[in-house]
């Protein structure tokens, strides 16, 4: 299966920073397939970026997805205290489908 | 606007089966990808398996042998069940969805239930 990496520990952020989550898979996997949420406890997950790159409905054009074949990245330009959260990588180019252990984000 | 909603006992003995249900509204559940995720207390997400209308299901080899996945089409269910389980499986699961019905964007969730936690002890 291929396995995603997220750095672990938490990014500590000020509102107006600019955050970059990194997300590193064992195989390649294309520009397709690559997806990124954000979970916030009690909260339905929320799908913020599709296909490497597509911002799903109603995401802000902060978060910004790029990268391709084993290297990605979500860049949330401007962070702001509601985007405190924990941000998970995904990809679905291969079964299973399988998530990275996610990244902690604080902004305050 | 299409909404998730898990339901479903929140504890479950050792060795018993975790059954738990997924209610679609808004929306219908025909042509669509539905599949169950989970999360252990303190890591990530995983995902257990996905089902389709035409009833195709496909689920992950470290639970294939205990789960089963099925589509009620009639009641715009899906439902989940496994089998045989330990302490490990104390999880919250979601259920979730692909608005796409392509199998191309089958993995992208943009429908999520909330989440419920499920106990074995």
């Known amino acids: 299966e291929v396995v995603l990496t997220q750095p672990p520990g938490t990014l500590s952020l000020s509102p107006g920073q600019r955050a970059t989550l990194s997300c590193r898979a064992t195989w390649d996997i294309g520009t397709n397939f690559l997806a990124w949420y954000q979970l916030k406890p009690g909260q339905a997950p929320r799908l913020l970026i599709y296909g490497t790159s597509s911002r799903a409905t109603d995401i802000p054009d902060r978060f910004i997805g790029s990268g391709s074949g084993t290297d990605f990245s979500l860049t949330i330009s401007r962070v702001e205290p509601e985007d405190s959260a924990v941000y998970y990588c995904q990809q679905y180019g291969q079964l299973p489908w399988t998530f990275g252990q996610g990244t902690k984000v604080e902004v305050k | 606007q299409v909404q998730l909603q898990e339901s479903g006992p929140g504890l479950v003995k050792p060795s018993e089966t975790l059954s738990l249900t997924c209610t679609v509204s808004?929306?219908?559940?025909?042509?669509?990808?539905w599949s169950w995720i989970r999360q252990p207390p303190g890591k990530g997400l995983e995902w257990i398996g996905y089902v389709h209308d035409t009833g195709l299901t496909n689920y992950n080899p470290s639970l294939k042998s205990r789960v089963i996945i099925l589509l009620d089409t009639s009641k715009n269910q899906f439902s989940l069940k496994l089998t045989s389980v330990t302490a490990a499986d104390t999880a919250v699961y979601f259920c979730?969805?692909?608005?796409?019905?392509?199998?191309?964007?089958?993995?992208?969730?943009?429908?999520w239930g909330q989440g419920g936690l499920v106990t074995v002890s």
């Open positions: 979730a969805g692909s608005s796409w019905t392509t199998f191309y964007y089958a993995g992208a969730f943009d429908y």
């Open positions: 808004g929306g219908s559940i025909r042509s669509h990808y």
